[in-house]
């Protein structure tokens, strides 16, 4: 148990009259498991961008910034100007850690984690960064944030 958080990018590949024409079959294995999968059945591919563990700090600026204050598990559209802005938040915090409390303040929360400005704090912030960068490099699609806890 404890908070998960996930950024995914979806990618819608087809959908339309001229999609559903397309022939031919994806073979793919899964945990061992060939799947054959029909592409003309394929609409959108979902890639995982981002994936933190506990790290409260993130969660918490995705709650005030994209979930409008709500923490509830949902799926969140992350716009591309939200992601610029996160990444530029943890630069600033990283530069001046003094910033830390006013711009990337801990949510504690049960199983979120620790809520100290220790190593692992700054640490996710540098992971943070480089989950957006990767996201940035390639706008094709759509950013959705998801957490679990």
Not at 5 to 29: A, D, P, Q
Not at 53 to 64: D, G, L
């Amino acid at each position: 148990m404890g908070l998960d958080m996930y950024l995914k990018k979806e990618i819608y590949v087809g959908g339309n009259f001229e999609h559903r024409e397309v022939k031919g079959t994806c073979y793919i294995t899964v945990r061992g498991k060939e799947l054959n999968l029909p592409l003309n059945k394929i609409s959108t591919i979902t890639l995982e961008m981002g994936y933190w563990r506990k790290a409260n700090q993130i969660h918490n600026w995705f709650v005030k910034n994209v979930q409008k204050g709500v923490d509830d598990c949902g799926k969140y559209y992350v716009s591309e100007e939200n992601l610029l802005t996160l990444r530029e938040t943890c630069k600033q915090v990283l530069i001046n850690k003094k910033l830390a409390s006013k711009l990337l303040p801990p949510q504690s929360g049960f199983f979120f984690g620790g809520t100290d400005y220790d190593e692992y704090y700054f640490k996710d912030l540098k992971e943070t960064i480089k989950i957006i960068d990767e996201c940035l490099n390639n706008l094709n699609g759509e950013h959705y944030y998801r957490s679990s806890w």
